[in-house]
């Protein structure tokens, strides 16, 4: 802790608000690509306009093509890496949010907005730490590099082109977990199936792989039906030409937390397999319910396994089903470190009888020492603000982290906090947001700047 850069802090807290909210108000959801837009123009406004706020913060900037941004200040001959995201999930249905998704409303000391704790929120704090440092006139004895990235919620497309185009740093870390120090990730696996045959239905579901599936909405093409869903999904039937669409509502979560939402896709093939389907329709949905039915971990087909980087966890995200078949669907497992990549592929793979493989994205395990540099010193910064030690963590969420190897996630989620990230309602504490703010100039200082 250093009292001059507390104080410029606490001296810019309006700043730090106001500089969230404007980012915020940018619906930065990957779109279509565009000229010096690869992920949208949408992202790329949120990228340029951050930029912006930091070159005139008096730092040195580089957009590197719209895939990512570099903040630049300090000197020495490694660097020390943060690395945040100023991409968002999509909000889903709007009708789940108390406030509009991107108006960064402040309600009882709150904002709510997507992208306000992942990862905007925490994107914000780690620029003004380090102007709070560079105000405070604190010698480096390593560069420090923000790193903007704009693809990290959908194939990390910008760490993929930064990793092509420029130089790792040494060391880094990524303020889009929890806190004290998250030193052990799960590896995941993201692949997209199809299945092509004529059919009589047509679904939709999800918004991303690593989103529970909120929504679904499917058309039968039977008449007159009553269906019925099991207790906290909502259904709804409406008779349409040929048929009904049934829509079922539930709840959006992140991936790697299932359990915190409630998956209507799965909800959906419960519904589906009460129906007098036929031919491959009915092969279909019997294969996903029997296979998948409402479990989060993979139990029905030999998945379920844990060690002490976690439980494996497997969500269906996205469903795209029409007179074609199945144009694409999407699966995000979540797996520990005793099972491959290969070992959860292989296994969908003999499940999934008839489905054909079209891609699959693939973040392996990630591990860094509590011993090392890194680790220690961000659990002792820690616990110097905290007035409290805690151990490091294990996740099944996948941050940036894994891009290099000495690297680990800090932050910003508090222990015991509220998080409804992926979900309605996102929100940050006002309180939480400057708390990062410090908590993260703490880290910059005891790894980039002289004793």
Not at 9 to 35: F, M, N, T, W
Not at 192 to 213: D, P
Not at 270 to 284: H, N, Q, R, S
Request: proline share 4%; net charge negative.
């Amino acid at each position: 802790m250093n009292t001059k850069v507390d104080a410029y802090i606490k001296e810019h807290e309006q700043d730090i608000i106001k500089s969230l909210q404007d980012v915020i108000r940018i619906p930065s959801v990957k779109g279509e690509p565009a000229e010096g837009a690869p992920f949208g123009k949408d992202v790329k406004r949120a990228l340029t306009h951050t930029l912006n706020l930091c070159k005139e913060m008096g730092f040195e900037t580089t957009d590197m093509e719209g895939y990512i941004g570099c903040v630049d200040f300090g000197e020495g001959e490694e660097t020390l890496g943060i690395m945040c995201h100023l991409d968002v999930v999509p909000e889903g249905d709007v009708n789940e949010w108390t406030n509009p998704p991107y108006a960064a409303d402040i309600v009882d000391g709150n904002m709510i907005g997507r992208g306000t704790l992942d990862d905007k929120g925490p994107a914000i704090a780690t620029i003004y730490a380090l102007k709070a440092i560079k105000e405070a006139g604190l010698k480096f004895k390593r560069k420090v590099r923000i790193l903007l990235g704009c693809d990290e919620e959908s194939g990390w497309g910008c760490m993929d082109y930064y990793n092509a185009h420029a130089k790792m740093p040494e060391m880094a870390f990524s303020p889009d977990a929890e806190y004290p120090v998250v030193n052990s990730e799960k590896g995941i696996m993201q692949p997209v199936f199809k299945h092509n045959f004529a059919s009589k239905i047509k679904l939709h579901a999800g918004t991303r792989a690593n989103v529970v599936a909120g929504k679904a909405v499917a058309f039968v093409p039977f008449e007159n039906i009553t269906v019925n869903a099991r207790e906290g999904f909502d259904v709804e039937t409406k008779a349409v030409d040929g048929g009904t669409e049934i829509t079922v509502r539930g709840l959006d979560a992140h991936a790697s937390t299932p359990e915190l939402g409630k998956n209507a896709l799965q909800a959906m093939f419960e519904i589906l397999a009460k129906l007098p389907l036929d031919g491959e329709d009915k092969k279909v949905v019997d294969i996903m319910h029997e296979n998948f039915k409402m479990e989060m971990h993979g139990e029905s087909i030999g998945l379920d396994k844990e060690d002490e980087s976690g439980r494996l966890t497997l969500n269906l995200g996205v469903m795209d089903w029409n007179e074609n078949g199945i144009d694409s669907m999407s699966i995000d497992v979540r797996h520990p470190v005793v099972l491959s990549g290969d070992d959860v592929l292989n296994t969908l793979k003999n499940v999934l009888k008839g489905f054909e493989v079209v891609s699959a994205h693939v973040q392996n395990s990630h591990f860094v020492p509590k011993e090392s540099e890194l680790v220690s010193k961000l659990l002792d910064v820690y616990a110097k603000r905290e007035g409290v030690y805690r151990e490091p963590l294990a996740i099944g969420g996948g941050t940036y982290a894994r891009c290099i190897d000495n690297a680990v996630a800090f932050g910003c989620e508090r222990p015991g906090s509220v998080v409804l990230i992926h979900m309605p309602n996102e929100f940050i504490p006002i309180e939480d947001l400057l708390y990062d703010t410090y908590m993260i100039a703490d880290a910059i200082i005891a790894l980039a700047c002289e004793e």
